[in-house]
């Protein structure tokens, strides 16, 4: 066969499946109101408003907790710290993991021993627990410790990832034709290194961010995260598990707003893979 | 003459074992010479060795002179200097040796700005990328060059890697296997090709190659390698027309009689 007719059709163009605009609508939904929460909210979180305990109705859509303030304001701002305690999270994991797992992939043989096991012990190490020390080493528990205590437990899975997709790049010939033409180190990782694995990054982070939701939730539910009353979802739900059988709803409506998050962001995340990595485009 | 390749006596260790021993071959300018060898004799180990990209582990002693340039025991910032003015390489498999997420244009245009970079030139890029495309006579360049190499066919990669060669502008090419993954018409266009740009350029070519038809009709100088030691070396018409090597004979046998038979088949 000769290979003088080109047998490509024109580029193709993105492909929206369903499930990423799903993930993409959710996830915009909560990005939508924790920005509206910084200008309006439909009640003042810290006021009294209602009976105590009031199931959901037209004017406390989502109810009221135990002190009598309305739950869909407090969820309202949960999605904001959810979504601030992600982004700095996952940035705080990208600088640290991609700088460290890019070091290891360069990095000599005996190097990159050290740090593959030290990044062995890290993973091993349960998130919540590093966490928890971290948040009991400094003076106090807040929003920023909760966003570093998480962020340093989750840089050590990128940096594993990365050094691992950073390996499997630097073994293609292409890199080898890429040196022998005399390009530098950071020549390599800039042009095929970092497009190369960023597909498959961008997809871990989207996911870390939803476990970095999770992760806030769970230490505020043990009290560890940001005090009242910039509440997170965790909070809230541990506050409503005393009252869990005769108000329900103080439990569903944080849990239905954290779980729609995390599933918003996996959805997101698979679609973004498929936008950033042409060779997963059809045609 | 000066060598733009010269390897004297290079034998090639990992974790004591020798892989490749006592290797010696020299390329002259202009001059086009044959590695040959079954697989895993240790063709591509003795390539990567003459640019200094030995993978991990693996040391080499020996001489290799690239560009009067000592490679063994030399700073790896040393011998990049000589990467990419002195040598380029293209490899077996184009779809490995072209990155999957770059558009063929861009990865051309890299190459062709390096290399415009070293000599402190300022170029056109985009029109010496099209211009290229051309010389490698990919068909509808200004198209092709925004593909992505998955969207083309294996002779348009290996053409393409070739246009990235050559831009480089090496005095010294280094060929390793280039045409082992192409179908038999594709590999005689992709030969003829490299053939012609080598002659042009008077560029150095070392040719590696299992297959003794192919390397026959592109080199004038062939060196044979078994279990990573030479068995012979000398002139194409002299080694293959009389080989004195049992293990030369046995490759020259295997074609003649491949040969024949594709003669009683047709
Ligand atoms: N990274 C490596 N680590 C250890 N051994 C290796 C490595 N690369 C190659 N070898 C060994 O070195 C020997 C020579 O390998 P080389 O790649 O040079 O063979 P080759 O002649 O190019 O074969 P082919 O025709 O299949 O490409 C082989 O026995 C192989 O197993
Ligand atoms: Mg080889």
């Known amino acids: 066969m000769s290979d003088a007719t080109p047998a490509f059709a024109p580029l193709p163009r993105l492909r929206l499946t ?11 939904l909560h990005v939508v109101v924790g920005l509206l929460t910084l200008i309006w909210t439909p009640y003042d979180p810290t006021a009294m408003t209602g009976g105590r305990l009031a199931p959901p109705s037209l004017a406390h859509w989502a109810g009221t907790d135990r002190l009598g303030r309305d739950l869909f304001t407090e969820i309202m701002i949960g999605a904001r710290i959810a979504l601030s305690v992600g982004i700095g999270a996952v940035a705080i994991a990208a600088a640290i993991g991609v700088t460290v797992g890019l070091l290891a992939a360069f990095a000599s043989r005996a190097v990159d021993d050290v740090l593959a096991a030290t990044l062995d012990i890290l993973i091993a190490f349960p998130t919540l627990l590093l966490a928890m020390l971290i948040v009991a080493a400094s003076d ?95 909070r809230l739900l541990q ?4 009252t869990v059988y005769t108000a329900p709803f103080g439990a569903i409506a944080p849990g239905i707003a954290l779980v729609s998050l995390v599933i918003g962001l996996n959805l997101f995340a698979d679609g973004l893979r498929d936008v950033a990595d042409p060779t997963r485009r059809r045609r | 003459m000066a060598d733009l390749l010269t390897i004297e006596n290079l034998t090639i260790r990992h974790v004591g074992r020798p892989l490749v021993s006592d290797v010696s071959l020299s390329v002259a300018a202009g001059e086009r010479v044959g590695l040959i060898g079954e697989s895993g004799s240790g063709k591509s180990l003795t390539a990567l060795a003459a640019i200094g990209l030995l993978p991990d582990g693996m040391t080499a002693s020996g001489s290799i002179r690239l560009s009067d340039r000592e490679v063994i025991g030399s700073a790896d910032r040393d011998v990049a200097g000589l990467r990419g003015t002195a040598v380029a390489t293209i490899f077996q498999e184009p779809l490995t040796a072209l990155d999957p997420l770059m558009r063929i244009g861009k990865q051309i245009a890299e190459a062709v700005r390096r290399r415009a970079h070293r000599d402190g ?47 480089c502008r090496p005095s010294l090419l ?21 053939e012609t740009l080598v002659r042009e350029e008077n560029m150095g070519l070392l040719f590696i190659s299992h297959d003794l038809p192919v390397v026959g009709t592109a080199v004038d100088r062939v060196v044979v390698l078994r279990a990573g030691e030479m068995v012979e070396q000398g002139p194409i018409a002299e080694v293959f ?26």
């Open chain 2, 241 to 266: 027309g009389r080989p004195r090597h049992p293990y030369t004979l046995g490759l020259v046998e295997a074609a003649r009689a491949f040969d024949q038979a594709i003669g009683a088949a047709l």
């Open chain 1, 239 to 242: 506050e409503a598990q005393a």
């Open chain 2, 174 to 194: 280094i060929a390793d296997e280039p045409t082992t993954a192409l179908d038999v018409t594709t590999q005689a266009e992709v030969l003829t090709l490299l």
């Open chain 1, 18 to 28: 369903p499930a990423f605009l799903i993930g993409a609508t959710l996830v915009g």
């Open chain 2, 121 to 167: 030139r300022s170029v056109d890029v985009q029109a010496e990328v099209l211009g290229l495309m051309v010389r490698v006579a990919l068909p509808d360049p200004a198209r092709l060059a925004r593909a992505y190499p998955h969207e083309m066919s294996g002779g348009q990669r290996q053409r393409a890697a070739i246009a990235m060669a050559l831009a």
């Open chain 1, 140 to 234: 106090g528990a807040s929003l920023g410790t909760a966003i570093l205590a998480i962020g340093i437990a989750a840089s050590s899975i990128v940096a594993r990832l990365t050094r691992i997709l950073a390996r499997r790049v630097l073994a293609m010939d292409y890199i080898t034709a890429a040196r022998v033409s005399g390009t530098g180190w950071l020549g390599i990782v800039r042009i095929h290194v970092l497009p190369n694995i960023w597909p498959t990054l961008i997809v871990n982070f989207a996911l870390q961010f939803g476990l970095a939701v999770i992760a806030e939730a769970s230490l505020s539910y043990l009290g560890l995260g940001a005090p009242p009353p910039n509440a997170s979802w965790g």
